[in-house]
């Protein structure tokens, strides 16, 4: 009797690992077509339905991940953290305990460490969070040698290819000795071949496919012009799809689009059935900001700052509270701002980090240069120029202001269509900023070399790209210096 019960409890395993299945059918994949457009709460409750029909099918674990990820990524919440991060682990094990005979095995095992890894990153855990980004790229690597025709793969490969790809060329030697392989051309052509699948596989994973590759045509290809001929030419259905929706709002706002984001954001469908998420609010906030339509901006980023509960851009909805008081002659107000921007939120942004770094200067922007960027950046190029056009630099008094002066017209040229006069304020602006901790001379020497690189001057993009890289101690240097390798990546190719 004691060497039948040491057997039962030895073969306990291997007896749940047979029971355990990868079943992604119809049902898991409208679950999963409502995870992915943010209609958590709905998916939640049908997930907790087909775990009662179907306990062992590992499918709706994987999609509990999913709607954890998205859930902790948008809403950033330290109580959701402390609930759902540990969860990750545990799938995880749960996961190396199913069938092995599968291309959904590796493949999920990869999206967990992925999702893990992402999650981690949104909470400062970036240490942990290369662990198992390190551990989803093998997992996916594998995966893809086993079962080259599993599609699926090649979103998820592809995504970490162009990630590893944009490395500096120094580090690369090293990732190459860590056994990664990165290509940024290569890893969008792996995310597009997924899109454009017509196999047996080419839904599950599409929602992503389609959140992600606008993302790595802007930010590793430069390419804004097809990017946004990608989100116009497919067919999205922006007003159901929030992640989907969200992905194009953030991509117009930051490109000089504000009537468009403003016009997606206000047209998605709102029901109790998606997550409820404050950022709307901030972006709404931000397109209104950059149509100076300031009470409703106020009103938006003030709902932001007091219903979000994590801390990414609450800084910088601080600053442009602070500015919206300050350009109102409220300064009593501005100043009050402008304590909540050193107060509240992390500096893990660049855009948090340099509304610190204004907030602690204790100096106000020039007010006609604020309001020439705020209609810049909406997309409002010619009443932008229209501010600075009798304008010289010998208008303004401080060296900061000297180089944001031709920084302005240089980015209103750029947008406008003319590179010529674009270079010449860029130029000017290298020459009176780079010894600065403004980032206008770094963001000039950047778009230079975008410049360059699109008329096939690959000699000259490449030093103004290294000029860009050079320069230290400036907010946005994070994110500039990955565009700026990006770009040497690209033209050496």
Not at 96 to 109: H, T, V
Not at 261 to 277: F, S, V
Request: net charge positive; aromatic share 16%; with cysteine.
């Amino acid at each position: 009797m004691k060497r039948l019960l040491v057997l039962f409890f030895f073969l306990i395993p291997f007896i749940l690992s047979a029971q355990q299945q990868y079943n992604w059918n119809d049902k898991v994949q409208t679950i999963y077509e409502s995870i992915t457009s943010l209609r958590i709460p709905e998916a939640r409750k049908l997930i907790a339905i087909e775990k009662l029909k179907n306990p062992n099918n590992l499918a709706y674990a994987l999609l509990d991940s999913y709607a954890d990820l998205y859930q902790l990524f948008f809403n950033e919440s330290t109580t959701d953290y402390n609930t759902l991060y540990p969860q990750f682990e545990k799938r995880i094990n749960l996961f190396k305990q199913g069938p092995k005979n599968s291309p959904f095995y590796l493949y999920s095992l990869g999206l967990l460490h992925l999702h893990k890894a992402v999650a981690a990153v949104r909470f400062d855990r970036n240490w942990e969070a290369a662990l198992d980004f390190r551990k989803a790229y093998f997992n996916f690597k594998d995966n893809s040698k086993q079962y080259p025709n599993f599609s699926p793969n090649n979103l998820y490969f592809g995504l970490l290819t162009t990630l590893i790809g944009s490395a500096p060329t120094n580090y690369q030697w090293m990732l190459n000795l860590l056994g990664f392989n990165g290509n940024i051309k290569k890893g969008n052509e792996l995310v597009l071949s997924y899109i454009n699948s017509k196999d047996a596989y080419a839904k599950i994973c599409l929602n992503e496919a389609l959140l992600v590759y606008p993302y790595l045509i802007m930010n590793f290809e430069g390419n804004p012009k097809k990017t946004f001929d990608f989100i116009e030419n497919t067919n999205y259905d922006f007003k159901k799809n929030h992640i989907h929706a969200y992905m194009a709002t953030n991509l117009y706002l930051n490109h000089q689009n504000a009537t468009k984001a403003l016009e997606l954001a206000n047209g998605i469908e709102m029901t109790p059935a998606y997550l409820n998420i404050p950022f709307w609010h901030y972006e709404k906030g931000f397109a209104y900001f950059n149509q100076m339509k300031f009470d409703l901006a106020q009103k938006e980023f003030i709902y932001f700052t007091s219903q979000f509960k994590g801390n990414f851009y609450i800084k910088d909805a601080y600053e442009k509270l602070s500015w919206i008081a300050y350009l109102q002659n409220n300064i009593k107000q501005a100043d009050f701002y402008r304590s909540e921007v050193i107060a509240k939120g992390s500096q893990i942004t660049d855009a948090d980090k340099l509304a610190q770094q204004n907030a602690k200067s204790g100096v106000w922007p020039n007010a006609l240069l604020l309001k020439a960027r705020i209609l810049s950046d909406g997309g409002y190029q010619k009443q932008a120029l229209a501010i600075l056009a009798d304008k010289t630099t010998a208008d303004f008094n401080t060296q900061a202001d000297k180089a944001e002066f031709p920084y302005r017209l240089g980015r209103i040229y750029d947008i406008m269509g003319d590179p010529e006069q674009a270079i010449k304020f860029y130029k000017s602006t290298i020459q009176k900023g780079a010894q600065l901790p403004a980032y206008f001379a770094s963001r000039a020497a950047l778009q230079i070399g975008l410049i360059y690189e699109a008329n096939k001057n690959f000699k000259e993009a490449i030093d103004y790209y290294n000029i860009c890289i050079a320069m230290k101690n400036h907010a946005f240097k994070n994110s500039m210096d990955q565009k700026a390798k990006s770009g040497i990546l690209r033209c050496n190719r």
